[in-house]
C-alpha cells in the first residue's frame, strides 16, 4: 500500500539472519519523508522500538532491535566523520543513460512520459523511466545532496548550484547511428559539460546574485564526476553484430570513453566515480529478443552471451580506470562494480524481499516476462484491431525490473544501499552505510 507524503503507512525491516528468526518483522506506522539514509533509519527503529513496546512484542525481538539501533547510533558518528572527508563534494556533474537520466532526454526531444512511471515516489512523471528514484537520486540523497536537474531540463527555475545532471536515455559511449534512440553520447554530453561550465563562469563574473542556481567556480575541481554509461553499446549491437563482434567492438568503446574522461579532467575534473554496467542479460528485453531458445538461457535465467559481453566490457573498464589513476597522480577513480551488485539481487532475489527477478511490473503481455517492445510502459496502442495497455502490477516493490528495460525503485534502492558498503568499489572506501537493514515501505 503507497502512502502519500506525511500520511501513515506501514514499515517493514529486515534484519540478519543472525538477529532474528523472521526475516520481515511488521514494526511501526511512520511517515514518509525524504531524509538520509542513515538518519531516516535511525529514527525509524527509535520509534519502531516505541510502539513494539506498547504493542507488546516479544523481548528478544525488542533487545535484536534496541542492539541494531546502538550499532547504527555508534555508526553515526563515524559516518559524520568520514562523510565530511570523502563525501563531501560541493556539486555532481552526472554522465550517461537512462539509469541516470532525471529528464534530459524527455525535455531534448519533447516526448512525454505517463504514468506509472514516477508513481511510486514524485506521485507523477518527472523524466525518469523508473517507478520512482534512480541510483543516482539514493547517492545524492546520502551525500545530503539535492537531486540534480537535467541540463536541459530549463522549466521551473532549475537550481544546478549542487552540480548538472547530463545523463540522457538511450545514450552511448560510442557516436551515435542514425537510428540512434538519443543523440546525446558521452562525447556530446561532455561538450554540454563545456558550454556549460563557460557559461556558469560567464554569468559568476558578472556579479549578479546568481548563486542560489550556479555552481561555484571552485566546484569544477572540488565536485564528483559521477559516469554510468555503456549498457546501450553492448544491447544495441546484438541486433546487428555476432558475439565475436561485439567483443571486438569493446576497445574502439574503451578508446571513446577515455577520450572523454581526458577531456574532463583537462577542464579540472579530479574526482571521478564510475559505474561498470550491470547484467544485460537478466533484462525482461534482452530475454524476450534473445532468449527463446532455452539453450541460450543462464540458471538464472538471464541470456548468457549478454551478460559475458558484459563481463568483458567491465574488465576492459576496469583496468582502464587503473590506468587512468596511474596516469593522473592528483585525480580519484572510483570503480563501481554494479554488475555483482544487480547479479547478487537478482540472484537472491526472495531472500532480499522480491517476488519477480526478470519479469516486469510495467509491460503487456503477463507472465513470465509481461514485456511487448511495441508497448512502452503507461502507453496504449491498437495493433491488429486490438487496443494495448502497458499496466503496472499491483505492488512494483516486489519486482526487481521496472518497464523490462529499467530497474524499480525499490531494487534502485537495494542496489545504492549496497554501493555505499564501499565493499563493491576498487579502491574501496570505508563504510558510508555500515548498518545491515533493507528498509522497505
Not at 511501526?28 to 527509535?46: D, E, G, R, Y
Not at 521551473?156 to 545523463?167: E, I, L, M
Not at 577513480?333 to 537472491?348: G, Q
Amino acid at each position: 500500500m503507497k502512502a502519500k507524503p506525511g500520511q501513515q503507512k506501514l514499515c517493514f525491516l529486515t534484519l540478519p539472519p543472525h538477529l532474528a528468526s523472521k526475516q520481515t518483522l511488521p514494526i511501526a506506522h511512520i511517515n514518509n519523508q525524504k531524509t538520509s539514509f542513515l538518519s531516516s533509519s535511525l529514527q525509524t527503529l527509535s520509534r519502531c522500538l516505541l510502539v513494539l513496546g506498547q504493542q507488546g512484542y516479544h523481548s528478544r525481538t525488542m533487545a535484536n532491535i534496541t542492539s541494531v539501533i546502538q550499532i547504527i547510533t555508534l555508526f553515526a558518528i563515524v559516518f559524520s566523520t568520514a562523510s565530511s572527508v570523502d563525501f563531501n563534494f560541493p556539486a555532481v556533474f552526472n554522465f550517461g543513460d537512462s539509469n541516470s537520466d532525471t529528464g534530459e532526454l524527455v525535455a531534448a526531444l519533447g516526448d512525454f512520459l505517463e504514468l506509472p512511471n514516477g508513481q511510486a515516489y514524485f506521485k507523477a512523471p518527472t523524466g525518469r523511466f523508473c517507478d520512482g528514484r534512480l541510483i543516482i537520486d539514493f547517492l545524492m540523497d546520502a551525500m545530503d545532496l539535492p537531486f540534480l536537474n537535467a541540463y536541459l531540463d530549463s522549466i521551473g527555475t532549475p537550481s544546478f548550484r549542487k552540480g548538472c545532471n547530463f545523463a540522457a536515455a538511450g545514450s552511448t559511449i560510442l557516436p551515435p547511428t542514425a537510428n540512434a534512440v538519443s543523440p546525446f553520447s558521452l562525447g556530446v554530453q561532455v561538450a554540454q559539460f563545456f558550454r556549460f561550465k563557460a557559461r556558469v563562469l560567464e554569468l559568476l563574473a558578472t556579479g549578479k546574485k546568481l548563486g542560489k542556481y550556479l555552481p561555484t567556480e571552485d566546484s569544477f575541481q572540488k565536485g564528483l564526476y559521477m559516469i554510468d554509461i555503456g549498457q546501450n553499446d553492448l544491447a544495441g549491437a546484438f541486433y546487428s553484430k555476432t558475439y565475436d563482434q561485439i567483443l571486438a567492438l569493446i576497445p574502439s568503446v574503451m578508446i571513446e570513453f577515455e577520450t572523454g574522461v581526458k577531456k574532463l579532467y583537462d577542464q579540472g575534473a579530479r574526482n571521478f566515480w564510475i559505474h561498470n554496467t550491470g547484467p544485460l542479460g537478466c533484462l525482461a528485453q534482452n530475454v524476450a529478443k534473445f532468449g527463446t531458445d532455452a539453450s541460450s538461457l543462464d540458471e538464472l535465467g538471464c541470456v548468457s552471451k549478454h551478460n559475458q559481453a558484459a563481463k568483458v566490457f567491465n574488465l576492459q573498464l576496469h583496468a582502464l580506470c587503473k590506468k587512468l589513476q596511474g596516469q593522473y597522480t592528483d585525480s580519484n577513480f572510483t570503480y563501481v562494480d554494479i554488475y555483482t551488485i544487480k547479479s547478487n539481487l537478482i540472484a537472491n532475489y526472495s531472500k532480499l524481499g522480491f517476488e519477480q527477478p526478470i519479469m516486469a511490473c510495467c509491460g503487456y503481455g503477463g507472465g513470465p516476462l509481461n514485456y511487448d517492445s511495441r508497448i512502452a510502459c503507461g502507453k496504449t496502442k491498437v495493433i491488429n484491431g486490438t487496443s494495448m495497455t502497458a499496466k503496472a502490477c499491483n505492488d512494483s516493490s516486489q519486482y526487481v525490473n521496472w518497464d523490462g528495460i529499467h530497474y524499480t525503485e525499490a531494487a534502485n534502492q537495494y542496489v545504492s544501499t549496497q554501493i555505499l558498503t564501499g565493499k563493491y568499489s576498487d579502491p574501496p572506501f570505508s563504510n558510508k552505510m555500515p548498518f545491515l537493514l533493507s528498509l522497505k515501505f
